[in-house]
């Protein structure tokens, strides 16, 4: 079984960029595909960013489209997720999630079978 561990928020403000990173513990990264999610309070869960498992296929959500871009180092099984020009409503937990199996629907949070506990971005306006 896989564990995932995300890092890299913290702090910013209005216009900074950010990167977050997400580590598989416990099995190849290359196994899954990956991608991010975000959940501001009172919100519900958002989609950010799909990478493949290869590292060569990457699909951002609507809200962030232009300010994001994902990145795979499948031999430091980390998947990344750099955010530029963030915005106050940016501000949410953001978790990584992987699966196994083939992935229909990227977008949907259910397509996931592991999720790493997230890690809060807050910017500042």
């Known amino acids: 079984q896989v564990r995932l561990v995300e890092s890299g928020g913290g702090l910013v403000h209005v216009g900074d960029s950010l990167r977050l990173s997400c580590v598989a513990f416990?099995?190849?990264?290359?196994?899954?595909?990956m991608a991010w999610f975000r959940q501001a309070p009172g919100k519900e869960r958002e989609f950010v960013l799909y990478?493949?498992?290869?590292?060569?296929?990457?699909y951002s959500g609507n809200s962030v489209k232009g300010r994001v871009t994902g990145s795979r180092d499948n031999s430091k099984n980390t998947v990344y997720l750099q955010m530029n020009s963030l915005k106050p409503e940016d501000t949410a937990i953001y978790s990584c999630?992987?699966?196994?199996?083939?992935?229909?629907?990227?977008?949907?949070?259910?397509?996931?079978?592991?999720w790493g506990q997230g890690t809060q971005v807050t910017v500042s306006s």
């Open positions: 999630a992987a699966s196994r199996d083939h992935i229909e629907n990227y977008d949907y949070s259910g397509s996931y079978d592991y």
């Open positions: 990478a493949d498992r290869t590292g060569f296929t990457f």
């Open positions: 416990g099995r190849p990264g290359s196994w899954y595909a």
